[in-house]
């Protein structure tokens, strides 16, 4: 059964920081891994999606990376703005069985402070 | 266009009350899943639609949990006897159509609170 993890659970930086969300998987035979975003009350904002033939997705001051094969990505987001405050999450999507679904991570709250 | 909508955005219900959540995807998105986030946990997989195929129920915590889709549309989710565990924000996606590469879409969820 696929589990996937994030760390930290939450992370609180000054505003203009450089800073690294882990996520990692146990089972990596993958079709694709997802970062969202999920603000209080909202539902979940789809960032960046890696294929599992990618190693890394880059949206404006995003960047994902994707090590399938020791389970790992990360979510590098450059020069924080307190705008980028929210919960992140990592999903992954399995190649096998029931691969139509998404397993995630409990998240990673970040605040970022002005 | 639109987006993914769920109605209502809040619903408060007493234990043992019925309850109707309901999920509009995306038009023409053949796809459409349930998802649920109770407090302090990641996102579960309830239930899971695809066109006219049978629908994998394999999610559903309890007999007390169905759902139903009308063809390619709108979907509602019951909840029979709601339970106080039940609480949670229920989330429903869709996507265009079933294959590896196709994102899913969310909507801003459905916050149920039974006391």
């Known amino acids: 059964k696929q589990e996937v993890t994030q760390i930290p659970a939450a992370l609180s930086v000054p505003e203009g920081e450089n800073l690294v969300l882990n996520c990692s998987f146990t089972?990596?035979?993958?079709?694709?891994l997802q970062w969202f975003r999920q603000d209080p009350g909202k539902g979940l904002t789809s960032l960046l999606l890696?294929?599992?033939?990618?190693r890394e997705q880059t949206s404006g001051r995003l960047n994902a990376s994707l090590d399938k094969s020791s389970g790992r990505s990360t979510l590098y987001i450059a020069a924080s703005q307190p705008g980028d405050s929210a919960t992140y999450l990592c999903?992954?999507?399995?190649?096998?069985?029931?691969?139509?679904?998404?397993?995630f991570g409990k998240g990673t709250l970040l605040t970022v402070n002005p | 266009g639109a987006g993914v909508s769920q109605s209502p955005s809040n619903k408060v219900t007493e234990k043992g009350k019925d309850v109707e959540l309901r999920c509009d995807p995306i038009?023409?998105?053949?796809?459409l899943y349930w998802y649920r986030q109770r407090l302090g946990q990641g996102l579960e997989f309830l239930i899971y639609?695809?066109?006219?195929?049978?629908?994998?129920k394999s999610g559903l915590p309890s007999d007390r949990f169905s759902a139903e889709r009308t063809g390619e549309s709108v979907s509602t989710l019951t909840i029979q006897r709601t339970q106080q565990e039940d609480s949670a924000v229920y989330l429903c996606a869709s996507s265009p159509f079933e294959g590896s590469y196709n994102e899913q879409f969310f909507g801003p969820g459905t916050r149920l609170t039974v006391l």
């Open positions: 089972d990596s035979a993958i079709y694709n």
């Open positions: 890696i294929q599992s033939s990618q």
């Open positions: 038009s023409g998105h053949t796809a």
């Open positions: 639609f695809q066109g006219n195929s049978a629908p994998d």
């Open positions: 999903a992954v999507r399995d190649s096998g069985g029931s691969n139509y679904k998404l397993t």
